[in-house]
């Protein structure tokens, strides 16, 4: 069975940088386009990024614009969240899943559509 394993996240301070990376096994990873979703403390599931299956159509949220960069590596079968000048707001749990867009994404989270998501990996952004 498909699986995503999701790691990177941790404590950073305030303008401080992570790297987050999803690794993909027992799936066809290549043929899927992929996405960044983020749960904050209290909230909802919102799709922070995307990419597609051959590295194009990418997209991000507003607030991580300039801030984020999404990027994949189908031969090691892993997804890439480069986070710099992080922000208190960006504190959440961080999944990876299948999908490219955010019904797509949320709908691999939930189990609405068919796909994989990980477990996550917890980022906190604080002084």
């Known amino acids: 069975e498909g699986q995503l394993v999701e790691s990177g996240g941790g404590l950073v301070q305030p303008g401080g940088s992570l790297t987050l990376t999803c690794t993909a096994s027992?799936?066809?990873?290549?043929?899927?386009?992929m996405s960044w979703v983020r749960q904050a403390p209290g909230k909802g599931l919102e799709q922070v990024s995307a990419?597609?299956?051959?590295?194009?159509?990418?997209y991000y949220k507003d607030s991580v614009k300039g801030r984020f960069t999404i990027s994949r590596d189908n031969a090691k079968m892993t997804l890439y969240l480069q986070m710099n000048n992080l922000k208190p707001e960006d504190t959440g749990v961080y999944y990876c899943?299948?999908?490219?867009?955010?019904?797509?994404?949320?709908?691999?989270?939930?189990?609405?559509?068919?796909?994989?998501r990980g477990q996550g990996t917890q980022v906190t952004v604080s002084s």
């Open positions: 899943a299948t999908g490219l867009t955010t019904d797509q994404a949320l709908g691999a989270m939930t189990g609405r559509y068919f796909g994989y």
């Open positions: 027992e799936f066809a990873f290549r043929v899927y386009d």
């Open positions: 990419i597609g299956r051959h590295g194009d159509n990418i």
